[in-house]
């Protein structure tokens, strides 16, 4: 069974919003209409791209992916191997978060009424105000916090079926959320990195994410530490810097060194707290009971 409704309510804040029935089902001509076609969204759609004026079409964002390490066919135009697997556009953009920005105070999120107000000096309209403000600002920071785009990408990277059926090395989230920035992303914490800085080229669309065996691509093993080195992130890193292991799984089998690290001190750690725990509850069961005696039988 397929939901057919549109809520008018959830559509007029979408990122949509503007957009006519029309403009996504171009082959719809009547009311009530005959059997509809799949969408297309490569077509030229409602808006004019201003420094262009030409109408806007995806077709670049399909041409990115096309040549990324998602596309669902090799460089020679061959489909690859479990095509199905490969992302569709809907399974990274159900539906982008809307985290407005303030710019003035910096210390709550929403729309800057100082802001708004510079807008009306010039412009008149009010919702042409708020949708253009909403526009830009949406586009200035990050439309979903770290840990939010983790979870996307767990969706495909975390998956043991998929993990074993593309002979991927580790469970990428998974391993993500070991490290120090994965621990920091799960307490929302947003000045960690997430799986876009250091798997897209600095200033490049998110959709040319590239394989890492690929000499462009930011993760190429002579490339990494370009990723630390960001001006936001770890300026002057060099490339032992970035030489080890991100996404290793602390078992026997992926990284023997920081596993044998990692059980030194789960034993250490327990063998400090345990006896002091001891001692602790001792000392409370003599606070409590102070004429307790244990009497030998004879």
């Known amino acids: 069974m397929k939901l057919l409704y549109v809520n008018e309510e959830i559509f007029n804040i979408s990122i949509h919003q503007k957009v006519k029935c029309e403009g996504c089902h171009a082959d719809i001509k009547k009311i009530p209409h005959d059997p509809v076609n799949k969408v297309d969204c490569l077509i030229e759609c409602h808006i004019i791209e201003p420094s262009s004026e030409q109408k806007f079409s995806h077709k670049d964002v399909d041409t990115y992916v096309k040549k990324s390490v998602h596309a669902s066919v090799d460089k020679y135009g061959m489909p690859k191997k479990y095509q199905e697997d490969m992302p569709t556009c809907k399974n990274c953009h159900d539906e982008p978060l809307y985290r407005p920005l303030s710019f003035f105070k910096q210390v709550r999120p929403g729309i800057s009424d100082t802001a708004l107000g510079r807008c009306r000096v010039c412009h008149k309209k009010e919702e042409f105000i708020l949708r253009f403000y909403n526009h830009v600002t949406t586009r200035l920071h990050r439309t979903r916090n770290p840990i939010n785009i983790a979870e996307v990408c767990a969706r495909c990277h975390d998956d043991p079926l998929l993990?074993?059926?593309?002979?991927?090395?580790?469970?990428?989230?998974?391993?993500?959320?070991?490290?120090?920035?994965?621990?920091?992303?799960?307490?929302?914490?947003?000045?960690?990195?997430?799986?876009?800085?250091?798997?897209?080229?600095?200033?490049?669309?998110?959709?040319?994410?590239?394989?890492?065996?690929?000499?462009?691509?930011?993760?190429?093993?002579?490339?990494?530490?370009?990723?630390?080195?960001?001006?936001?992130?770890?300026?002057?890193?060099?490339?032992?810097?970035?030489?080890?292991?991100?996404?290793?799984?602390?078992?026997?089998?992926?990284?023997?060194?920081?596993?044998?690290?990692?059980?030194?001190?789960?034993?250490?750690?327990?063998?400090?707290?345990?006896?002091?725990?001891?001692?602790?509850?001792?000392?409370?069961?003599?606070?409590?009971?102070?004429?307790?005696?244990?009497?030998?039988?004879?």
């Open 163 to 298: 993990v074993e059926r593309h002979g991927l090395s580790t469970r990428a989230v998974f391993s993500y959320r070991e490290t120090f920035h994965g621990k920091a992303a799960g307490y929302f914490n947003e000045k960690v990195p997430d799986c876009l800085d250091c798997h897209v080229n600095t200033g490049e669309s998110v959709h040319q994410m590239m394989n890492h065996t690929d000499p462009v691509s930011i993760t190429y093993k002579e490339n990494r530490y370009k990723a630390c080195a960001n001006v936001e992130c770890h300026p002057g890193a060099s490339p032992q810097f970035a030489s080890y292991k991100v996404h290793a799984e602390f078992n026997l089998e992926q990284s023997p060194v920081q596993y044998y690290f990692t059980l030194f001190f789960i034993i250490l750690t327990g063998g400090t707290l345990l006896p002091l725990m001891v001692i602790i509850f001792l000392d409370l069961i003599r606070r409590l009971f102070p004429d307790a005696v244990i009497r030998r039988r004879r």
